[in-house]
T-cell receptor
């Protein structure tokens, strides 16, 4: 099993450009999550999904959009990139109780907006 | 609402010394608690988790943590530090059984562990 995969690994965007961060999991998990990590701030939840066709906002959703058309894929869309979106983005998948809420993380995408 | 506080953004120990990373949480429902480790330029890996079974939880690489409800703490320890333990460590909380959080995690700010020879 590959687990959770993310592409690209690195990306530099200009202000106002758009891009999609890809995330795929092969563990048949219902739940998927997008986090951003900024130095000294831990990880903040952007969006999450509890199954195909069902998504909801997390703590910091502004400037992002998501979709979930299949169990495996959960792409994150940035429509108008801003310098404040410079961060490392992690996708994760997992299952809720009674499976213990453990989340499995991808390797991350490092995004710089200039 | 849930929150996690990790005391100390940086901890430095000598190789072979005790490692103690502190985590306090707040939760309105019985929590599940987690410690994750992040090595440079990598994703997060689960070290251990507490899900309302034994209060002393053992994880990988000789790490362990004890859930203390009265102190709302879940501190991470390792008896003898190794150079390879140098990394950033995150404590996280989610709602336990009966919650409706859909497994969402709230993370602490992270603690960078440095191990000196």
């Amino acid at each position: 099993n590959a687990g959770v995969t993310q592409t690209p690994k690195f990306r530099i965007l200009k202000i106002g450009q758009s891009m999609t961060l890809q995330c795929t999991q092969d563990m048949n998990h219902n739940y998927m999550y997008w986090y951003r990590q900024d130095p000294g701030m831990g990880l903040k939840l952007i969006y999450y999904s509890v199954g195909a066709g069902i998504t909801d906002k997390g703590e910091v959703p502004n400037g992002y959009n998501v979709s979930r058309s299949t169990t495996e894929d959960f792409p994150l869309r940035l429509e108008l990139a801003a310098p404040s979106q410079t961060s490392v983005y992690f996708c994760a998948s997992g299952e809720d109780y009674p499976h213990g809420n453990e989340q499995f993380f991808g390797p991350g995408t490092r995004l710089t907006v200039l | 609402a849930q929150s996690v506080t990790q005391l100390g953004s940086h901890v430095s120990v000598s190789e072979g010394a005790l490692v103690l990373l502190r985590c306090n949480y707040s939760s309105s429902v019985p929590p599940y608690l987690f410690w994750y480790v992040q090595y440079p330029n990598q994703g997060l890996q689960l070290l251990l988790k507490y899900t309302s079974a034994a209060t002393l939880v053992k994880g990988i690489n000789d790490f362990e943590a004890e859930f203390k409800k009265s102190e709302t703490s879940f501190h991470l320890t390792k008896p003898s530090a190794h150079m390879s333990d140098a990394a950033e460590y995150f404590c996280a909380v989610s709602e336990g059984s009966g919650g409706t959080s859909y497994g969402k995690l709230t993370f602490g700010q992270g603690t960078i562990l440095t191990v000196h020879p």
